[in-house]
């Protein structure tokens, strides 16, 4: 039982983050990158309570810890273990494209004072998508692994 749940919350963790980077890549992007420079300013004035951040920076560390359990709970049980350790390198990969790469575009982006230069601001927020469908494609890769596994580890009776 405690399997199931893990594996559950292993599926619903990587879900959310995957709906999680489409959603900013679908709605939220193309919105703030309309009009720049004034949409970063509507953008900054609406965001005043809560960010994206706040999502991401709880869930992702809790599905990391939910990924590590199961593949401590698959240790040595081929080849479900290493389609886990698979989608654990992936939440790892993406979220080091968070910090490194979306990390310094979202300050200039949303917390620095606004440039003038226009031009700059537009081609930061397009690198801003590019890498969040890069991120997107890992989500959708690992959340696929774990299904993967999850279908090997507890097999479908067929009646």
């Known amino acids: 039982m ?3 749940i893990i594996l559950t919350l292993d599926v619903i963790g990587l879900g959310m983050l995957l709906g999680g980077g489409a959603y900013e890549s679908v709605v939220m992007n193309p919105n703030y990158s309309l009009d720049i ?11 005043k309570v809560k960010t994206p951040a706040n999502f991401f920076r709880i869930l992702s560390p809790i599905t990391m810890i939910s990924l590590l359990v199961t593949v401590i709970i698959y240790w040595n049980q081929t080849p479900e273990f290493w389609l886990f ?5 992936l939440l790892i990969v993406a979220d080091s494209i ?6 310094p575009r979202n300050k200039i982006l949303f917390i620095n004072t606004i440039s003038n230069d226009t031009d700059l601001l537009k081609r930061i927020s397009q690198e801003w998508q590019i890498g969040n469908f890069i991120r997107i ?3 959708l890769i690992a959340i696929i692994a774990v299904l993967n596994g999850i279908f090997l580890a507890v097999p479908i009776p067929i009646k």
């Not at 420079?37 to 965001?47: G, H, I």
């Open 2 to 4: 405690i399997r199931e």
């Open 37 to 47: 420079p004034k949409s970063l300013n509507y953008l900054r004035q609406f965001m």
């Open 85 to 89: 350790i698979a989608s654990s390198i």
């Open 98 to 103: 968070t910090y490194g790469f979306h990390y």
């Open 137 to 139: 494609i890992l989500m």
